[in-house]
Nanobody, 128 residues
Framework: QVQLVESGGGLVQPGGSLRLSCAAS????????VGWFRQAPGKEREGVSC????????YYADSVKGRFTISRDIAKNTVFLQMNSLKPEDTAVYYC?????????????????????WGQGTQVTVSS
């Protein structure tokens, strides 16, 4: 059974850091495009950062460039999102997703409607 489980969210003060984890079971990330998406209350779901594991290309939304980093641990079959210098506007439920259809990182993040299924997500709240 293919499954993705997000973890690592929480409450953090502005300027703080969090690292989100996305653990996969039932498949390996090797040739998948993976991505982190978020949805804030009253807003549409948006792509935050994506990684094409077939070539290592990455995508970052303009709002998180220089602050967030996507990475992977092949041995643990886990993808991470390191979030630094967090801002109140980063508050959202964060979801990870993966697709085997050879989407580019740019496409996957900018076309969230292409995602087949969503996990339960993890809440990130940035507040003082």
């Amino acid at each position: 059974q293919v499954q993705l489980v997000e973890s690592g969210g929480g409450l953090v003060q502005p300027g703080g850091s969090l690292r989100l984890s996305c653990a996969a079971s039932g498949f390996t990330f090797d040739h998948y495009t993976v991505g982190w998406f978020r949805q804030a209350p009253g807003k549409e779901r948006e792509g935050v950062s994506c990684l094409d594991n077939s070539n290592g290309n990455t995508y970052y939304a303009d709002s998180v460039k220089g602050r967030f980093t996507i990475s992977r641990d092949i041995a643990k079959n886990t993808v991470f999102l390191q979030m630094n210098s967090l801002k109140p506007e980063d508050t959202a439920v964060y979801y990870c997703a993966a697709d085997w259809r050879d989407f580019s990182a740019n496409f996957y993040c900018t076309e969230p409607e292409s995602v087949d299924s969503w996990g339960q997500g993890t809440q990130v709240t940035v507040s003082s």
